[in-house]
């Protein structure tokens, strides 16, 4: 097992994202049971959840993209306000899914190169009776990546794969990998217009 393998924690991950984002988003990354889920803050909870499955280190990537690119007001939505439609899904619904899916996924995708890990795209229909063509979903993803690689992340999604390099691949300590993911943070607040 390599270095960078032992390092692909869900201690890690997890203190890598509340680092960045506990306090600045009031938002903490939660291992959770069977389904993955968002939950804003409430009156029980004074923070928001970005809750992934059964502690798998693929699901909290997965579950950290699709919160790196809701907007303010998806963020005060459980679920970001979306119905998920489960597996079984006709022609019509698994098509919506996917392009629903590409822009999550290829953050995904890019965050798991970041730690040194294998992207696998998901259809998420294992029960369905449709015939699902993962290679053209996988090279939809891919271009969608290759764009944000070109074009730039949104800045949650930029300040987190920074501390995902700086993790994984630079060897950085954690402290050393989220004080650069916040001054990627400050950087891009100071560059918006007032």
């Known amino acids: 097992m390599s270095d960078r393998q032992e390092r692909w924690t869900l201690e890690d991950i997890t203190a890598l994202f509340d680092g960045i984002f506990a306090e600045r988003y009031q938002t903490r990354l939660i291992r959770g049971g069977d389904e993955p889920l968002y939950r804003p803050a409430n009156s029980e909870t004074p923070y928001h959840q970005v809750i992934f499955a059964r502690g798998y280190y693929a699901s909290a990537l997965h579950e950290i993209s699709h919160w790196c690119i809701a907007g303010a007001q998806r963020r005060q939505q459980e679920d970001y306000g979306y119905w998920y439609c489960p597996d079984g899904r006709d022609a019509e619904q ?5 392009q629903a899916e590409i822009a999550p996924q290829a953050l995904e995708s890019i965050f798991a190169r970041a730690c040194g890990r294998v992207f696998h795209v998901s259809v998420d229909n294992l029960g369905g009776d449709i ?9 939809r993803v891919e271009a ?8 730039g992340f949104p800045a949650r999604a930029n300040a987190f794969q920074v501390a995902l390099k700086r993790f994984y691949s630079d060897q ?6 989220v004080a650069q993911a916040h001054a990627t943070l400050d950087k891009m607040d100071k560059a918006l217009p007032a």
Not at 94 to 98: D, I, N, S, T
Not at 144 to 151: F, G, I, S, T
């Open 94 to 98: 698994q098509k919506a899914f996917e």
């Open 144 to 151: 969608r990546a290759q764009r944000y690689l070109k074009e």
């Open 131 to 139: 015939e699902v063509d993962i290679e053209a979903f996988a090279a």
């Open 172 to 177: 950085a300590t954690l402290a050393e990998a």
